[in-house]
């Protein structure tokens, strides 16, 4: 179960102060953060999809003023960081087609806080505000650049190149889930309406449990046999992790083939940025970093990496599980509301 995270007092904290909102498809989280990362305050609100946005971020801003107020910190709160599922327009503030949020698109959501909150708003694709906050407070703090893929339903992406994110001309950059890795006529389909034979229809949660079904239809005998015939939800990437940890033959062939589509995809990116850090953050980690099946897991994409690249460049690139967890995209959107709130 996630757990908040630790609240540091005013009295102890560097202001300005910035906030930090991260829409999901079910929950909105909400942190105001200071000036070197801790946090003062953090809410969590369900998003309530089928209401609209605007009744959403009309609760947000709520929250905002009701906390400024207890805190007695608004007037030194400079900017506000705000992350959504995209796709969106950068430049214009919107989110144009989230399929998470079906009822919000073409909606002006940029716009519509800073109107709420008086304030300046930065915005960010969430994958890419995740990958700030690992960059600013997390795995690669000590990096100058990051490449970060977050692993879940499917493969979302954030770059960092000497100090800045890359969101490209089309509000699309650093969205690797959807880089190719299987030109064959009959490969995967992406689960989110990507292309044919991308990242995502491989390495993501969504593709482990559409090979595993695929597996047991064919009759591999499996501690998760009794899965298949059940609804949807019972066969999950969890499922696999813990019939792995039992020693089960398809499961771990399942993790290490999903280790390997996730080598050969984080190979290409590699060689077009070479970023020296690689940051694997989302929910599945198969165990992550303490966990034996999660390290075997690390092991199989570094050895499928170092198979397909120079051994210049493995030695000098580091691969890496994420470090804040869930915590990443409210305090990477803050940050980056801090370092646009820096430049001006």
């Excluded at 999901?24 to 801790?38: A, F, P």
């Excluded at 430049?91 to 800073?114: E, H, M, N």
């Excluded at 690797?176 to 006529?185: K, M």
Aim: hydrophobic content about 40%; charged content about 20%; proline content about 4%.
């Amino acid at each position: 179960m996630a757990q908040n995270p630790t609240i540091t007092s005013v009295s102890e904290s560097k202001p300005p102060y910035f906030w930090g909102i991260d829409i999901g498809g079910t929950g909105i989280k909400i942190g105001l953060v200071d000036d070197i990362g801790q946090t003062l305050s953090f809410e969590t609100l369900p998003t309530r999809e089928s209401e609209g946005a605007t009744a959403a971020m009309q609760r947000v801003a709520a929250v905002v003023k009701d906390v400024e107020e207890q805190l007695g910190v608004s007037g030194q709160v400079r900017r506000i960081g705000l992350g959504s599922p995209g796709p969106m327009d950068l430049k214009r503030g919107y989110l144009v087609a989230p399929p998470q949020l079906p009822s919000w698109w073409d909606f002006p959501i940029r716009d519509t806080v800073s109107k709420l909150l008086g304030r300046p708003v930065t915005f960010l694709n969430d994958a890419n505000a995740a990958a700030y906050g690992e960059f600013w407070l997390g795995t690669g703090k000590t990096d100058r650049s990051m490449l970060l893929l977050t692993l879940g339903t499917g493969v979302g992406g954030g770059i960092i190149l000497e100090d800045e994110l890359v969101n490209g001309v089309n509000s699309f950059g650093s969205e690797c889930g959807h880089i190719l890795v299987d030109p064959s006529p009959t490969a995967q389909l992406c689960v989110w309406g990507g292309g044919r034979g991308q990242l995502e229809a491989y390495a993501s949660a969504s593709a482990v449990v559409h090979r595993t079904r695929a597996k047991l239809t064919e009759g591999r005998q499996s501690l998760l046999s009794g899965h298949l015939h059940g609804h949807d939800s019972e066969l999950t990437a969890k499922r696999v992790y813990e019939a792995a940890v039992e020693g089960d033959e398809l499961a771990l062939e399942i993790i290490h083939e999903t280790a390997r589509w996730l080598g050969i995809g984080i190979t290409s990116i590699v060689h077009t940025i070479d970023p020296g850090s690689v940051v694997l953050g989302g929910a599945m980690n198969f165990g992550g970093k303490d966990s034996p099946i999660g390290q075997r897991f690390l092991k199989g994409i570094s050895d499928e990496f170092q198979r397909r690249t120079f051994e210049n460049v493995f030695a000098g690139t580091t691969i890496h599980f994420a470090s804040l967890g869930a915590d990443a995209g409210y305090l990477g959107v803050a940050g980056y509301a801090r370092k646009e709130s820096q430049s001006k």
